[in-house]
């Protein structure tokens, strides 16, 4: 896609310096991109950088000065470019229109307006996915799982029975949402499997990671609040409840039963143990 500067500073509500003409085809770090593609400088800590870059247009924080690029100032130059990504490489996510004809699709199932099913993807019985929710191939959806509008549901994921997810909820190739809890009770020397009866659910905003897995309930749920993000290779165990707008990176475990509030964040190979209850805003 081909965009031009005073299209971006429109788009922005940015103030334009330079080339309003100069045309932009993509994107580059502010290090390594040539002419003809887009770039941001977070902040004044960036600066030479911008000064050395031979992007044709820079995203820049208000009162830059210096560069020799055409400019395009916003009070947010992160989340300016991020925007623009978004447009100019919307047209690079490709996926199957419709169902496919390999497609399984169940009985009672209820697709929404402009819903896509990909190849080889099976949707269980009794199942309603929402207007523009994409499911790509090979995507496994169980019996009397509701999703909401314009999800996204990469190659190879895995959404068991009864789950529960929003709108605009994304999850990345090889999740499995929905599996069962850990749960055993010691009999002599053996263990008894405890069923796991309960269900996900996973709020609007939603983002789960490649290979990222997130347990149901034993009993009653398991909850993703609206907002969070989760890596990569993050486990979620049974009866866990994670708040609004919070992070969890890659290799966190949240073991079961625990509660996390609003906004927390667990940095990488972070974890907590059970039954614990950790409040709003904490970092780990």
Known sequence: MKITAKEIAKLVSGTLKGNDSAVITGAGDIETAVAGQLAFMKDKAFLEKARASKASVIIAPRGTIGLNATVIETDNPYLSFTKILEIIYSEKETHHKGVHKTAVVGVKVKLGKDVSI????VIGDNVSIG????ITSSVYIGNRTTIGKSCYFYPNTCVREDTEIGNNVIIHCGAVVGSDGFGYVPVGEKYHKIPQVGKVI???????GSNSTIDRATVDRTVIGKGTKIDNQVHVAHNVTIGENSLLLAHVTIAGSTKL???????????????????DNVIA
Do not use: C, M, W
């Not at 207007?131 to 994409?134: E, G, M, N, P, V």
């Not at 996973?202 to 789960?208: A, C, F, G, N, T």
């Not at 509030?261 to 059970?274: E, L, N, P, R």
């Open 202 to 208: 996973l709020e609007d905003d939603v983002e789960i």
């Open 118 to 121: 990909g190849p080889y993807s």
């Open 131 to 134: 207007d523009r929710t994409i």
């Open 261 to 279: 509030g609003k906004h927390v964040i667990f940095s990488g190979q972070s974890g907590a143990i059970d039954n614990l209850k950790i409040g």
